[in-house]
């Protein structure tokens, strides 16, 4: 039955009755492993219902919605605050810039749940750019009158070199030009991102809607510096030089990013493959996306449609416009209370086990290496979110007095650390050949009996790739696909007999039917 034919009248290939000789089906190397569910605990207790609020109105995981406000939050702190996580260790020191990425297939709104989080920060950077406007006209006038200054004092000058007088005092207060506060950047060459940083000692939030684009962009021959930079901006404390001639010397004293987007699992699986293998992409670059989720998308959905609740989104903007008025260059300074303190230890002992047992994939090792940092950065983040909504924030004030990060808030860090990882697995399962993936797919098209097959459970390589399924679109990968299922006894393969006109015999495939048990 065609496939058409399957839709109109709602039927579904039979499930063909189990015989003797079939095996139990092997599970098929590669297949993603289970994620944990995220939990709304974990968030500070004034995001909760604006999480919930945004994810039930436009039907997604609750994870996507939680990814981007902590980036967020990262992106509205960046410099202005710091953590030391050692108690007695003040040459450690953790910026809280953090890197997010939602996978998902096209079509989950990536791109609308990150433009409706981080609306209040583009509304804050909206306002500076007003400021910026008000101060340049300023600007303009008092360039306009210390040039007059300027011109009556030469001529002042002028005459009391000719003996007419006393010399005049050179006039003071030369303008300066004010410099356009920055905090998200959408599109732009490294180098121009150089010079907003280097007006913007506080950092950036770079955000792109597909992260696919960018990354290839950084594979191409030419780009290594370009590269290298973004390794730079990770770190978020280094300074960065960059000589041109004819642009002169333009240095960042401070190299801070924040970087926010999604990517397809395709698209992922792809770069992984061609740049994780021990390939020149291996510098940890996709490792530094330490907010990576993959979570399993429900295929239910209910129609919601109310107003956004606009006393919630009131207080997260509430929230971003506090913390992006602390001052960058006096950064506030937190450490763990003692009991904090003493969690941190405990669980950086087990990541450090974990890292040097080498038993893990070389690139989850790096992965989970740089949750060193993401531990104390998200217990920070989670401290100044609270202390927002409490009351309890004192704006630069807060530099003035020794601060410290709650038990409460890093316990969340810590276990929203779990979750991440549960997801790094996930993600870095996927590094497999296109062979295993397109076998994987059949498996998946089989089970879900998408495949036409008769009543004995037979189907022809044409019925699939006629499909144009990725990844199996063709005869060949159709075949290679059901050489890796029939290995694994999900299939077996029968050489048809050879037509009137002879040629090649047909092979069909039969479904072993323990699969559907």
């Not at 006209?137 to 002042?156: P, T």
């Not at 997260?316 to 209370?337: K, W």
Request: charged share 25%; with cysteine; hydrophobic share 40%.
């Amino acid at each position: 039955m065609s496939e058409i034919n399957r839709i109109e009248t709602g039927s579904t290939p039979p499930i063909p009755p189990i015989t003797s000789h079939w095996p139990e089906p092997q599970p098929l190397h590669g297949a993603l492993p289970p994620v944990s569910a995220f939990r709304l605990d974990i968030l500070p207790d004034s995001l909760q219902k604006f999480a919930v609020d945004l994810a039930e109105r436009m039907q997604v995981p609750l994870d996507f919605v939680a990814v981007v406000l902590m980036t967020c939050l990262a992106g509205a702190v960046s410099r202005r605050a710091i953590i030391q996580p050692k108690a007695n260790d003040t040459g450690w020191g953790v910026v809280p810039n953090l890197w997010g990425c939602i996978v998902a297939p096209p079509g989950w709104l990536k791109s609308p749940i990150i433009q409706a989080v981080c609306r209040p920060l583009n509304q804050i950077q909206e306002d500076w750019r007003r400021e910026h406007e008000d101060a340049q006209g300023d600007y303009r006038r008092a360039v306009e009158e210390f040039g007059l200054k300027n011109s009556a004092w030469k001529e002042q000058y002028k005459a009391a070199a000719k003996g007419k007088g006393a010399a005049p005092s050179r006039p003071e207060g030369n303008p300066i030009e004010p410099k356009l506060r920055r905090l998200i950047v959408n599109d732009s060459t490294f180098e121009a991102l150089h010079e907003i940083m280097a007006d913007n000692p506080a950092g950036i939030l770079v955000i792109r809607d597909e992260l696919t684009g960018w990354l290839s962009q950084l594979d191409k021959p030419g780009r290594e510096g370009e590269r290298a930079f973004f390794l730079t901006g990770w770190n978020g404390d280094s300074s960065h030089t960059i000589d041109r001639i004819g642009r002169g010397t333009i240095h960042a004293p401070y190299c801070c990013i924040s970087m926010l987007g999604g990517i397809q699992p395709a698209r992922l699986r792809s770069y992984l493959v061609d740049t994780i293998e021990d390939g020149p992409g291996n510098d940890g670059l996709m490792q530094r996306f330490q907010l990576l989720v993959w979570p399993d998308t429900a295929p239910d959905w209910n129609y919601v449609d109310r107003a956004p609740n606009s006393e919630l989104e009131a207080q997260v903007a509430q929230i971003f416009e506090a913390l992006t008025s602390l001052d960058p260059a006096n950064p506030v300074r937190f450490r763990f209370e003692d009991t904090a303190q003493e969690l941190f230890v405990t669980w950086l002992g087990g990541i450090e086990a974990r890292v040097r047992a080498n038993d893990l994939h070389p690139a989850l090792i790096s992965h989970v290496a740089k949750y060193r940092s993401l531990m104390p950065s998200l217990a920070l983040l989670f401290e100044l979110a609270d202390r927002v909504s409490s009351g309890g924030f004192e704006g630069a004030r807060l530099a003035d007095i020794e601060n410290f990060v709650s038990l409460e808030n890093t316990q969340r860090a810590v276990e929203l650390c779990s979750y991440l990882e549960s997801h790094a697995r996930r993600i870095y399962s996927c590094i497999i050949t296109p062979q295993s993936k397109a076998a994987q797919d059949l498996a998946e098209k089989i089970k879900q009996r998408k495949v036409d097959m008769d009543e004995c459970g037979f189907f022809a390589s044409r019925e699939v790739y006629l499909k144009g399924w990725s990844g199996l679109d063709t005869s060949e990968r159709v075949t290679q696909a059901a050489e890796v299922l029939e290995d694994a006894g999900w299939i077996r393969s029968q050489s048809g007999i050879v037509g009137p006109k002879g040629g090649r015999p047909s092979v069909k495939y039969q479904a072993n039917p323990r699969i559907w048990e």
